[in-house]
């Protein structure tokens, strides 16, 4: 079996699961957590080939470990809870608000013109990492 090689970054820029079948036969699962990392569980080592940005090999901690997606982390790809401590929201969840502080116009759209003197609203939190 060719082992299948994970870019960071393409993990970072995805909020997509992979595409393999959620089946118990998956030898790789990969887990979106609700605003915090990607969950990799791995069957048998050498399943996956875990690589940076320029290809070359990053250990993995195991079968087992999670890869940041908020971009907050000090030991990157890896998380390490720092995505719980900075409010970090998922791309849906972050969109959502998003859209409730520009008073319900959809993401990508412009904004309505707000009242002059009016308290502008907070910035969203970013849904992505750095790439
Ligand atoms: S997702 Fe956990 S530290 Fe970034």
Redesign the pocket.
């Known amino acids: 079996m060719v082992p299948l090689q994970i870019s960071v970054a393409f993990l970072q820029r995805s909020a997509r699961q992979l595409p393999f079948p959620e089946t118990n036969m998956s030898p790789v699962n990969i887990t979106i957590r609700n605003n915090?990392?990607y969950r990799v569980e791995i069957e048998n080592e050498g399943d996956v080939k875990l690589v940076d940005h320029e290809g070359n090999a990053v250990a993995m901690p195991g079968l087992k470990f999670?890869l940041?997606?908020?971009?907050?982390?000090l030991k990157k790809p890896f998380?390490?809870?720092?995505?719980?401590k900075i409010g970090?929201k998922g791309a849906q969840e972050a969109a959502a608000e998003f859209d409730a502080q520009r008073g319900g116009a959809v993401a990508g759209s412009p904004a309505p013109a707000a009242e002059p003197g009016a308290a502008q609203p907070a910035p969203p939190v970013r849904a992505e990492?750095p790439v």
């Open positions: 915090g990392p999670s940041c997606r908020c971009g907050a982390s998380c390490d809870g720092t995505h719980s970090f990492g």
